[in-house]
């Protein structure tokens, strides 16, 4: 499991303040003035958005880094909504994860994150304004503020989701990186709370000049993708923002009551102009993710070098080469995959971590000490320690080893079992 997320804490912290001042814990919506259920100041919020906005995104392919300027597009247009929204005070940032699912989603404070694999069903920048200005909404209205503490107050804990991996030796760690769950709090909301989204979203829409009918248009979309052959692969899209008719006549309702604004068809279009022309490629990517799924390695690895060919930029293609060519044993062949990885992306966690867990099977123990502290700085993975343990206890430096297992002792699933048991074969040697 990823290390324990602070949530838990301040939640913890403001129940305990709330039981000892006597305070309920109810506070006003800024959107709708209403007061609603809240057991966390606004600074615990931002607090909580700050810490696990990183996480969140090394969890989920981390930042779409082979064209940045749509890095710079996306935030721009975010920006002027967040301007218009009924916080504009809040630390707002905005960031596209290389991530094919089509999903974005909210973190408290005003921390926002959309999937490329959302931007390209997308067709005009008025589309794109109804995905951001419905996020901001959610981060204004402090949506996951109430969503925490409503699940504190039913005793059900907070749904922080960890890290499942197979761990049954080196080989069988394919696309480690990619079998990490988010470990960030990113709420499912309710339908209130989207219905209160679309419409204050559009309202901002049209204040920052954009055409409200965008927010019909995607809400269309969605229901017929809904009911499509193409449901199977937006799960993610549809648990958190799940799409009904009843969402479309609405917002059709407020888009009349709304001014009419820009489009921005072409500038939207030559922002993702590269996404599109990359659409083979991370069709290949996908393909080969799906074959790695049923254990069709050979045809992996064929389809994974096809995107290579297709986009040599991306690094997520030598990476999950490296992964596939570390399960036939040809490690110096996985190594140098792992190395232009690393080389292409040096931001995300598992490149470096998986380039470290390969060094220490090579027993290359400097260079894996190196890689996988490199990958603690990025993510703190129950792996990254055990295999430093690993390292050190193959250096013959017991104490850092043994401080190393503790510390991935502390999470779950069998890499936790295996960090118990070198915990207890070194005490027993003390």
Known sequence: MIPRSI???????????????????????????KKELSLMSQGQEVALGEQQYPQAQQTQGGE?????????????????????????????????????????????????AVNRGLLVLLEDEAELAAVLGHEIVHAAARHSAAAMSQQQILGAGIAILGATTKDTGYGDLISLGSQFGGSAYIAKYGRDNELESDQYGMKYMAAAGYDPYGAVRLQEKFVKLSKGKQAAGLEALFASHPPSQARVDANIEHAKQLPKGSVNRSQYLQAIAQLKRDADAYKSYDDAMAAVKDKQYDRALTLTRRAQQQQPKEAAFYALEGDLLAQKKQYQSALRSYETAVQKNPTLFSNWLMRGMLNAQLKNYTAAERDLQRSTSYLDTPHAHYYLGQVYEQQGNTRNALSQYQIAAKSSGDIATKAQARVQALSNKG
């Open 7 to 33: 949530s838990n804490r301040l939640l913890a912290a403001a129940i305990a303040a709330a039981m000892t001042t006597g305070i309920a814990g109810c506070a006003v919506n800024p959107v709708t003035g």
């Open 64 to 112: 779409y880094l082979v064209d940045p300027s749509l890095q710079t597009y996306v935030s721009r247009v975010g920006q002027k909504l967040a301007r218009v929204s009924d916080q504009p005070q809040l630390p707002y940032e905005f960031v596209v994860l290389n991530n094919s699912t089509p999903n974005a989603w909210a973190l408290p404070g005003g921390k926002i």
